[in-house]
């Protein structure tokens, strides 16, 4: 089983920033991604970012390209999104994700039925 902790959301301006975090612990593998959905408020949810633990690519939504950047820390089996520029179209609840069975079919890691999830993290952005 693999648990996901999310933190780091909350309430900015637009134009601000603000990063958040995704801990995994418990049984995780050598060969997985892990990444961030949002939900916006009404809408669908939406892919944002991903990282392929193995080689380190990145992956974007076109929408968060240029102004959000996904890391890792290998030590922590952590992740990062530090969010710059944030734009009112940018609140949502963001979850991330641990899977080793993501498909890239979609052009992305995409998580399969199997991927861990985390609980959400709000980030609202005033104008």
């Known amino acids: 089983q693999v648990q996901l902790v999310e933190s780091g959301g909350g309430l900015v301006q637009a134009g601000g920033s603000l990063r958040l975090s995704c801990a995994a612990s418990?049984?995780?593998?050598?060969?997985?991604?892990m990444g961030w959905f949002r939900r916006p408020p009404g809408k669908e949810r939406e892919f944002v970012a991903a990282?392929?633990?193995?080689?380190?690519?990145?992956y974007y939504a076109d929408s968060v390209k240029g102004r959000f950047t996904i890391s890792r820390d290998n030590a922590k089996n952590t992740v990062y999104l530090q969010m710059n520029t944030l734009k009112r179209d940018d609140t949502a609840v963001y979850h991330c994700?641990?899977?080793?069975?993501?498909?890239?079919?979609?052009?992305?890691?995409?998580?399969?039925?199997?991927?861990?999830w985390g609980q959400g993290t709000q980030v609202t952005v005033s104008s």
């Open positions: 418990g049984r995780t593998f050598s060969r997985y991604a």
């Open positions: 994700y641990l899977d080793r069975y993501v498909d890239y079919g979609v052009g992305y890691p995409n998580p399969s039925a199997f991927g861990s």
């Open positions: 990282i392929s633990w193995s080689d380190g690519t990145t």
